[in-house]
């Protein structure tokens, strides 16, 4: 059965730090992979996708995330992270259909510090 | 940008009562819509995926007697839970896809927040 795994569940990170949020999973064959973000009181906002190609992937709002098939993990990283980048961040998987029957992890609280 | 609106944001009911929660695409229709449910610090998990004019498909372990959705137009999809009980107290988000497309075409709403007593 396919999960995912978010190992930190708050991160709490200063203004003009780096950011790394890390994900694993564990699926029957290569999933498509997402990350969404959500700020209080709002919808998830998919920050960036993989589905093929470079396993470097950009995304809004500075993010970027690195998809490593022998670790099977998809991390997502900001190098200068901003006090709106304070939300919670989920990662997802998702088969390569277009049912978009997405799997996700617990989440990652993220809160910025002045 | 696409946006679904949810409703309620918060809803506290007594044991035993139906508690309705919509989920409206603004500016698309949805052909797909999908309800989710999240305990605190654990992953949203699939509840149904519904379509507009049939029957919802609910993942397994889903009551569908408990949980009744129904998506009678484009634009409209609501969740029902029926003689709630406190262990159904949960955050429930829907998202909706527009059309056939990517990925990029799944929007989600904020979520709604029910607490029964």
């Known amino acids: 059965a396919q999960s995912v795994t978010q190992p930190d569940i708050h991160i709490t990170v200063s203004e003009g730090a780096s950011l790394e949020l890390r994900c694993n999973y564990s699926y029957g064959a290569t999933p498509y992979l997402f990350w969404y973000v959500q700020s209080p009181g709002q919808g998830l906002q998919l920050l960036l996708k993989y589905f093929s190609g470079d396993t470097l992937v950009q995304g809004i709002k500075g993010f970027e995330a690195e998809f490593k098939r022998s670790q099977s993990s998809f991390n997502l990283r900001k190098p200068s992270v901003h006090w709106s980048d304070a939300a919670e961040y989920f990662c997802?998987?998702?088969?390569?259909?277009?049912?978009?029957?997405?799997?996700f992890g617990a989440g990652t609280t993220v809160t910025v510090r002045a | 940008g696409a946006v679904v609106s949810q409703h309620p944001s918060w809803v506290i009911c007594k044991s035993g009562t139906s508690v309705k929660i919509e989920c409206r695409s603004l500016?698309?229709?949805?052909?797909?819509m999908f309800w989710y449910r999240q305990f605190p610090k654990q992953s949203l998990m699939l509840m149904a995926t519904s379509n507009e004019g049939s029957k919802a498909t609910y993942e397994q372990g889903v009551e569908k007697d408990k949980f009744l959705i129904n998506h009678a137009s484009l634009t409209l999809s609501t969740l029902t839970v029926t003689s709630a009980h406190p262990e159904d107290s949960s955050f429930y988000i829907c998202?909706?896809?527009?059309?056939?497309?990517?990925?990029?075409?799944?929007?989600f709403g904020s979520g709604t927040q029910l607490s029964v007593l």
């Open positions: 998202s909706a896809r527009e059309g056939q497309g990517q990925v990029e075409k799944l929007f």
């Open positions: 500016d698309f229709q949805a052909t797909t």
């Open positions: 997802a998987v998702g088969p390569r259909t277009n049912d978009y029957k997405l799997s």
